[in-house]
């Protein structure tokens, strides 16, 4: 059985082809498409970690992010979809931030687990947030970052979300790359993680609490 440190290799070589043969073996033995992804996640995270570094460029980031974007069509028809969903999620990268592999992450292991999600893209200012809650009524407000200046933008988001009084009709989950304990002290959502798995299972649990 193909191995988890193949497919982040093949993702890491930004290798598409092998990585879809990967993929359509692990599937073709059984294996669960939730595990599929987060193997994946993982190949995605070192790409990031090279970009950190300087060995990958922005033209790398993007060849890698097609490719976790086909593997997760590739895989969506193996997910076990329910009759209603768990709960729905409004998701979006924070205003100043055009960055959006980690929440694309995030977004497809919401909908693997059977959340509805509502996706506003990148660079979105305290308002589309604020429109989108009253549009969808979500159970969930997510916000995205991978830079350490949108941390800002994500407190006065949270900010403007408590002061149109919606704060109490909705749970808010931050991640990113850039985030820790005194980071999220200082915004003050209701959970925060750097990883997207994590980030479900807590989104989980918010449903529960």
């Known amino acids: 059985m193909p191995s988890q440190e193949n497919i982040v290799d093949a993702i890491l070589y930004l290798d598409e082809s092998a990585t879809r043969q990967l993929v359509k073996s692990m599937l073709d033995a059984g294996v669960n498409p939730v595990e599929i992804m987060e193997d994946c996640r993982k190949g995605m995270l070192a790409v990031g ?3 950190e570094r300087g060995e990958f460029f922005l033209s790398e980031m993007i060849m890698a992010a097609e490719i ?3 593997v997760t069509e590739q895989i969506r028809p ?3 979809g329910s009759a209603s969903a768990r709960g729905k999620v409004v998701i979006g990268t924070v205003e100043g931030d055009i ?3 980690g929440k694309n992450i995030f977004t497809a292991l919401l909908e693997v687990e059977g959340f509805d999600v509502v996706d506003i893209g990148v660079d979105a200012p305290p308002e589309r ?3 989108a809650i009253r549009e969808h009524s979500p159970d969930i407000v997510g916000m995205s970052c991978l830079l350490s200046t949108s941390i800002e933008a994500m407190k ?3 900010d403007a979300i408590s002061e149109e009084g919606l704060r109490q009709k909705t749970k808010i989950i931050v991640g990113g790359g850039r ?3 005194h980071a999220a002290e200082y915004i003050k959502p209701d959970a925060y993680t750097d990883n997207a798995a994590q980030g479900v ?9």
């Open 49 to 51: 970690e090279r970009f």
């Open 68 to 70: 976790f974007k086909q």
């Open 78 to 80: 193996y997910f076990s």
């Open 99 to 101: 960055h959006d592999i």
């Open 129 to 131: 947030f604020i429109e």
């Open 156 to 158: 006065d988001t949270v």
């Open 179 to 181: 985030l820790e304990r």
């Open 201 to 209: 299972k807590m989104c989980i649990e918010l449903l529960r609490g």
